[in-house]
């Protein structure tokens, strides 16, 4: 449970954290006494060296915090900023200016599917935004996600995600983003766009809102990874979360 604790402590404000233990060990002649120690604690990185799912938990986490680390750090909690339809799932939001960052935390010990609520704000009237526009979302067993609301994305805004994101810069010309959720999920975001978006790949739905210059797109996660070319200069990619 490495990934749902370390983000209830960053949903909570705390901004210094490290893990006991980080990586297993071994310790030969310990104190001088013929003893070996082994130390191994279940760590990301395991005593032979193996790396397992806990690792790539705090090395998505690790990602994000190299992203979104700084506006994070200085985010304010907003109480009934954000909401769940499903009692079972819980919604806190934190916002730093104009960018914001959803917890979203699965309670029941169970898989749960749920609709979200929440204040936009980049919007001087604080509309809220509900997501998905079609079906709902799906949370696992005691998961905990962290999702981002309007944080600048090269060109662009990336106005939210129901997926939780992994990676976002530029390959020559082309700027790119990379999601991820478990396969099987519906994945809904949303991007900034002042005309009509042209999007290449296949998508569960999209939408234009030429009102908030808003392009909400949707597709299901698969046992690979999909691509969407947007605007012939963003490539999203989103990955099955195991990858």
Do not use: C
């Not at 662009?156 to 999920?185: C, K, M, Q, W």
């Amino acid at each position: 449970q490495l990934s749902p604790l370390t983000k209830t402590v960053i949903e909570q404000g705390g901004t210094f954290y490290a893990y006991y233990m980080g990586f297993g060990g071994t310790n030969f002649e310990w104190a001088a006494k013929d003893l070996t120690t082994t130390y191994d604690y279940a760590a990301p990185i395991r005593e032979p060296g193996g790396l397992w799912g806990k690792y790539y938990e705090a090395r998505g986490i690790s990602m994000a915090l190299g992203m979104f680390g700084e506006q994070l750090a200085r985010a304010d909690m907003q109480p009934g900023a954000a909401d769940s339809t499903n009692p079972a799932v819980s919604a806190i939001q934190r916002v730093n200016g104009k960018s914001g960052f959803l917890f979203v935390r699965e309670n029941n010990n169970a898989e749960q599917q749920f609709k979200l609520t929440f204040v936009d704000p980049g919007s001087p009237s604080h509309r809220m935004i509900s997501a998905p526009r079609e079906g709902q979302l799906s949370i696992g067993a005691r998961q905990m996600k962290m999702m981002t609301v309007q944080v600048p994305l090269g060109g662009n805004t990336l106005r939210y995600s129901t997926a939780e994101v992994l990676a976002h810069g530029l390959t020559l010309d082309r700027e790119f983003l990379i999601l991820y959720d478990a396969p099987g999920r519906l994945v809904e975001f949303a991007i900034s766009t002042s005309r009509e978006p042209r999007v290449e790949g296949d998508t569960a739905y999209r939408y234009w809102d030429p009102d908030f210059e808003t392009s909400v797109l949707a597709l299901q996660v698969g046992t690979s990874e999909k691509t969407l070319l947007y605007h012939d200069h963003l490539q999203v990619i989103v990955i099955p979360r195991d990858k």
